[in-house]
């Protein structure tokens, strides 16, 4: 695929609270983004277990993300983004020794008042992404399982 | 079954010590041939591939295979033991999902070449050779297998019907697996058999209270405490992530669970879970303490896949 073509695909974990009800006023108040990315809305950015991201990158995203409420208030539960900040820094080590860019996993705090900073998100990660190129985990998996000498 | 039934041993890329683990069961291996007929055993016998080839098509029994799938020999002879046998039982953790061998995926073929025959300071390769797959001699023509850019499991290469796993599988459950199939109660096709249904934590008799770490170690670092949890103590242990079925072995004289025998039940990537497992005991009040923290694990895949990184989702390092 030639580069200009290519259409990234980004998964995004956000938290109903937060994130997510950026995410939605970012819709509402019709700021520009980019159609590349899909929203999976879980409960709690603290409730994304790391085989999500993995599963995402597995079955074709381009860039994973996860996004939830600022710490330390912001948190509907109270503490949910603690497990956030505690599993992710761990996550991106992970990743990095899996040879995935550091642009390909983003994850942070965007309040349900942060709308144009989701929307301005959604735009950056895009171009950033575009300019990696596709990550294609399956066929990377299947060309590198199947060369021989 | 007429007759006693047949039984095939195999070794792929392993470190042998699956053949030790079937000779742990000790005399008992008498009882054992005294109920089947071992029809190909490598390490204990002299039978030759091409005998197996001759063998009729679902002409053994029961096939244990240890080992993980690394050249094209491990695969032909996984293809072969797959088509001469009715079941074929991934044997121990190499089989059952890549093992020590696996971690060869965090390179290729040409890093691994690079490192073994190259770049060591202890290897004088002036010329550069490296095993080439064919050679001609005046008498002929010798053939190597081809290796592989990356390490599979058994039953990523062929359909395999049980799974036991264990680096090495313990004595009591690989007899207990024997006894089942003697007796014909196995269970349904694709189990893991040969170990528990919870985790190694669920076995572990350590004292566990309150998970708050604010330090790491590795296990040359601190003489931990004998009675509590060692990862309370900030020693990563795999206990959370790791099928039971051991006994709880390694934590029992203070070491640490390395996780050799697999994901529990309805886990699909060991190491994802771990690694959450691990970094929700991180105590941190700011990303930065947590940041400063976890840094201290040194080789995350290394730690998390010990065992299991040629099974896990991603299965393998995206080379550049």
């Given at each position: 695929m030639a580069e200009k073509d290519f259409e990234p695909r980004i998964i995004a974990f956000l938290c109903n609270w937060c994130t997510y009800a950026a995410a939605d006023v970012a819709g509402i108040s019709r700021l520009k983004q980019p159609l590349n990315v899909d929203i999976i809305r879980v409960m709690c950015s603290g409730r994304v277990d790391p085989s999500f991201v993995l599963k995402g990158f597995l079955e074709g995203a381009d860039g994973v993300i996860v996004f939830g409420c600022h710490p330390p208030g912001d948190c509907h539960y109270g503490e949910g983004n603690y497990k956030t900040f505690r599993r992710m820094p761990l996550l991106e080590r992970l990743l990095e020794q899996y040879g995935i860019e550091e642009e390909r996993f983003q994850w942070g705090w965007i309040s349900a008042a942060e709308a144009p900073k989701w929307a301005e998100l959604t735009r950056e990660l895009t171009e950033k992404i575009k300019e990696l190129g596709p990550l294609n985990w399956n066929s990377y998996l299947e060309e590198s399982e199947t060369k021989e000498a | 079954m007429a007759g006693k039934p047949k039984v095939a041993f195999y070794w792929a890329a392993s470190c042998g010590g699956c053949e030790i683990a079937v000779l742990e069961i000790r005399e008992k291996i008498l009882d054992l041939v005294q109920a089947v007929?071992?029809?190909?055993w490598p390490v204990a016998m002299d039978i030759k591939y091409k005998d197996v080839e001759a063998m009729e098509d679902g002409g053994i029994d029961v096939c244990f295979f240890n080992g993980a799938i690394r050249n094209t020999e491990n695969e032909h002879m996984a293809r072969l033991l797959r088509a001469k046998s009715r079941t074929l039982v991934a044997y121990g953790s190499c089989a059952h999902e890549g093992c020590i061998p696996g971690l060869a995926n965090l390179s290729d073929r040409e890093a691994i070449f690079d490192v073994v025959?190259?770049?060591?300071?202890?290897?004088?390769?002036g010329d550069d050779l490296v095993p080439q797959t064919r050679h001609e001699f005046a008498e002929g023509e010798v053939e190597l297998p081809v290796f592989y850019n990356s390490v599979k499991t058994l039953g990523q290469t062929v359909p395999v019907d049980y799974f036991v796993p264990g680096c090495p599988p313990q004595a009591d459950q690989t007899w207990a697996v024997f006894e089942a199939f003697v007796k014909g109660e196995l269970p349904a096709p694709g189990s893991v058999i040969g170990a528990g249904e919870k985790t190694v934590c669920d076995e572990c008799e350590r004292v566990k209270e309150e998970k708050k770490v604010k330090e790491f170690f590795r296990i040359h670092e601190i003489i931990p405490d004998e009675k509590k949890c060692l990862l309370e103590q900030g020693i990563v242990c795999a206990g959370p992530a790791t099928r039971s079925g051991c006994g709880g072995l390694c934590p029992m004289v203070n070491l640490p669970c390395r996780g050799c025998y697999g994901p529990p039940p309805e886990v699909v990537d060991q190491g994802a879970k771990l690694l959450s497992a691990v970094a929700s005991v991180v105590d941190a009040d700011t990303e930065e303490e947590a940041r400063q923290i976890v840094s201290?694990?040194?080789d995350p895949i290394g730690t998390f896949?010990?065992?299991g990184l040629a099974a896990s989702l991603l299965r393998r390092r995206k080379m550049k």
């Open positions: - | 007929d071992i029809v190909f025959y190259k770049d060591t300071a202890s290897t004088e390769n201290q694990i040194v896949y010990r065992f």
